[in-house]
């Protein structure tokens, strides 16, 4: 009788989000109540081909729920997607006795977990990057904080822009996906949203800041995300040259967006999604990701995952405007 104990590694890669450290928690200890023995791999995929690894119990991930960041550190990893340091991945996990794995990071580090478990591996993916561009889950883990931390600073902005009469332009991170700024218009008042999604001309934006400064507003709100058609430094420029009853300030929020403390809707979808993959794993599931559905808590292939990104929601881009006036 083979009586090893199934030993899973965790990781985080890729961008860290607000929530990862819930997630590790979540992960550790699930897998010890069920009777697993847990491997930390630091630094993303880079610590797996390196072998950075120690093994992590109850206590070690005492303390770090309310904690912002990742424990575990991360990296981007170009060259996990060559086949030679895939193959000193799985070397290395094979040395260490690791049965399975569990990464917790956005749509590159999904892609590295189904690329391993297209080779045999028994990887599982759990979502999370604030920019909630991933296919197959309502929300990716960090999403809710950067939210908030969002709202916090445009309601901060929004009392000195009406002070001084000013439009700000906004900048929100989110890559390609304007899911971040559209949510902002909507929970931040905005007059304005730009995303990738929907290009538009500077003409158009300052069409509507004109027309909020004559409908007698005292402030303007323009959200921009970051893949926007329009660069915000042009935009302020050019709104600037346009004379549209407004002076602009730029504010990018930056990096800012992925710190923090998490919510506790974040905590509570980490512990929900890491608590599933490690049953899910030790159930003998793989090449998965456990993502929100309606309120339940599913396992995507992570071949349908990888294959598409999710997109901002024009519904609710329908609504921003709506609501804008
Ligand atoms: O994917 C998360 C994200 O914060 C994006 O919104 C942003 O474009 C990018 O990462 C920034 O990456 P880095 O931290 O490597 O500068």
């Avoid at 009392?159 to 559209?182: I, K, P, Q």
Wanted: aromatic share 4%.
């Amino acid at each position: 009788m083979n009586d090893k104990r199934f030993t899973l590694g965790v990781m985080t890669s890729g961008g860290d989000s607000p929530g990862m450290n819930p997630c590790i928690r979540a992960v550790v200890r699930t897998a010890h109540a069920s009777n697993a023995d847990v491997i930390g791999i630091l630094d993303g995929f880079e610590g797996l081909i390196n072998g950075q690894f120690q093994p992590l119990g109850n206590r070690d991930v005492g303390g770090i729920l309310q904690r912002g960041g990742t424990i575990l550190q991360t990296r981007r990893s170009q060259r996990f997607l060559e086949k030679g340091c895939q193959r000193e991945a799985i070397r290395n996990m094979n040395s260490a006795g690791m049965d399975g794995l569990i990464v917790i990071g956005g749509e590159g580090s999904l892609k590295g977990a189904h690329a391993l478990a297209g080779q045999g591996v028994k990887a599982l993916g759990i979502p999370a990057s604030i920019d909630n561009d991933i296919w197959g889950t309502n929300m990716a883990i960090g999403v809710d904080t950067a939210m908030n931390t969002i709202m916090d600073a445009v309601d901060k902005l929004r009392d000195t822009a009406s002070s001084h009469s000013r439009a700000f332009l906004v900048e929100t991170m989110g890559r390609g996906c304007g899911y971040l700024a559209v949510m902002a218009g909507i929970v931040c008042g905005a007059e304005m949203v730009l995303i990738p999604e929907v290009p538009v001309s500077v003409e158009e934006v300052a069409k509507a800041v004109n027309e909020a400064y004559m409908r007698g507003k005292k402030h303007a709100i323009i959200i921009v995300a970051e893949g926007a058609s329009i660069k915000i430094a042009d935009l302020a420029k050019a709104l600037d040259d346009m004379d549209v009853g407004f002076m602009t300030r730029v504010t990018i929020l930056g990096h800012i967006q992925r710190g923090g403390s998490p919510t506790a809707f974040e905590r509570m979808l980490a512990a929900r999604l890491g608590t599933r993959a490690v049953e899910a794993l030790l159930a003998g599931e793989t090449d998965m990701m456990v993502g929100l559905q309606g309120r339940d808590v599913e396992l995507i292939p992570l071949a349908e995952v990888t294959a598409q990104a999710r997109q901002a929601n024009m519904e609710y881009y329908e609504m921003a405007r709506r609501l804008a006036l």
